[in-house]
């Protein structure tokens, strides 16, 4: 690998790309309709271990992402065929009937709608990677990723303080689910809006079905992606523990404050990350976000060691959202250079990409669901899961970046 390839991403290409015409206003057009429709589904699944039966609310989330996982298999064929456009809306679609089935439970439909729920999960971000890379250049998809996440991590700050309202209020989980479905109808109708952007250019002829599919199978025989394996995994496994196991050992109210944390930690990793990258490289941003998951795992088990105070830990609500900002931080910075990574190493079949990402980050929500329907204990959780996870998925990043593909690189043929 000659070392000219390996540049920062502030520096020009010798050959300037042709920004897509509408593309960063697509970025914020999708933002905007992500924005909406996770204000409503991701506080409905914060919520739903307080409003029904954990174990019931857990199993749905498992089935949830193992669908997701399954379909991540043939969600670019959906987006092939549909376009990233329809393909969004028609999956949005999916998560609002999850949403109503949580207003009044009744459990073989609210563990259909689960099912339905993950088969749209696949096909809605397998299509939102994809429009992000027709939409970006390789020089500007680390600030578009970074403006995208910044923009949807916005439903972090905005569903935890609706819930806030309507629990001062003493309204029922039911007008509290119904009120969310309604937002994220929103989401849905603002995605409507995105405009056409030209398809990236592929050296190949248009393939079928069946070459989507086994596309999607073999990027795991590519070293990079094997690689960048176990920290996709704990994206997901991390993100299903401090947004669904964390919180039940919270009340209420702590509960919104500290997804209000999370929030903020989220909005200003997407955003500042983004572009950072631009100036030092991913390579420091990466290192950044170890730094703070590291930090969200220790300060999430301070929760557990009450010798240490005469309250009770779990009424201190700053222990909580220290853990949950710098979660959400250290998640938003990881997860941003992910994206921009994949968009430029696989920018000519970036649904087949974006869909391996969203089957492993899937895999890691299932096996991190289940685990705590077993092992409802935090130390349990962070110590003998996420954090070696954490350990061997920077190990496997760093390999990458040193032996096979550079993580400041800007640009590279496959």
């Known amino acids: 690998m000659s070392k000219d390839l390996v540049v920062n991403e502030g520096a020009p290409l010798l050959a300037a790309e042709v920004a897509p015409p509408n593309g960063r206003l697509n970025i914020v057009i999708m933002g905007l309709g992500f924005l909406f429709l996770f204000s409503g589904f991701n506080t409905t699944v914060n919520y739903l271990t307080s409003a029904i039966r954990s174990d019931i609310a857990l199993a749905s989330l498992s089935i949830l992402y193992g669908t997701f996982a399954l379909t991540n298999f ?30 009044h439970v009744i459990i073989p439909l609210y563990l259909v709608a689960s099912a339905l729920c993950g088969a749209g999960a696949a096909i809605l971000w397998t299509a939102q990677g994809t429009l992000l890379t027709n939409s970006s250049t390789s020089t500007n998809i ?8 910044g923009i949807f991590q916005i439903n972090s700050v905005v569903g935890p303080v609706a819930a806030i309202v309507f629990i001062a209020q003493n309204r029922s ?15 849905v109708l603002v995605l409507f809006f995105l405009r056409p952007v030209p398809k990236k250019e592929s050296t190949g002829s248009n393939p079928g079905v069946f070459s989507l599919v086994r596309g999607s199978v073999y990027l795991f025989r590519d070293p990079r992606v094997l690689c960048m ?30 997804l209000m944390s999370f929030g903020f930690g989220e909005v200003a990793g997407s955003l500042i990350s983004g572009k950072i990258s631009e100036f030092i490289g991913r390579r420091p941003v990466f290192i950044a976000s170890l730094l703070f998951h590291a930090a969200a795992v220790v300060i999430a088990n301070l929760t557990q060691f009450e010798a ?44 087949q ?30 110590c003998y899961f996420l954090a070696p996870i954490l350990g061997l998925g920077f190990i496997g990043l760093f390999v990458m970046d040193m032996f096979l593909y550079p993580l400041n690189i800007v640009n590279m043929h496959k």
């Open 229 to 258: 394996t176990l920290g996709v995994f704990y994206t997901g496994g991390s993100a299903a523990f401090f947004s669904a196991t964390f919180p039940g050992f919270m009340n209420k109210t702590t509960v919104a404050i500290a």
């Open 142 to 149: 680390g600030f578009h990723s970074g403006l995208f996440f």
């Open 308 to 351: 240490y105070t005469k309250v009770q830990v779990q009424d201190v609500v700053i222990v909580f959202c220290a853990a949950s900002m710098a979660f959400g931080f250290g998640d938003s910075a990881l997860q941003t250079m992910l994206y921009a990574v994949i968009g430029n190493m696989f920018s000519d079949n970036s649904s």
């Open 173 to 187: 989980f039911s007008f509290i689910f119904f009120t969310f479905f309604i937002i994220a109808c929103l989401g």
């Open 74 to 103: 043939i969600s670019p064929v959906v987006v092939q065929k549909l376009g990233p456009r329809m393909s969004m809306v028609f999956s949005a679609g999916l998560y609002v009937l999850f949403i109503l089935s949580a207003v």
């Open 353 to 382: 990409a974006f869909a391996w990402y969203k089957t492993i980050q899937s895999v890691g929500y299932m096996v991190s669901f289940l685990l705590a329907i077993y092992f409802h204990d935090v130390l349990v959780l962070t």
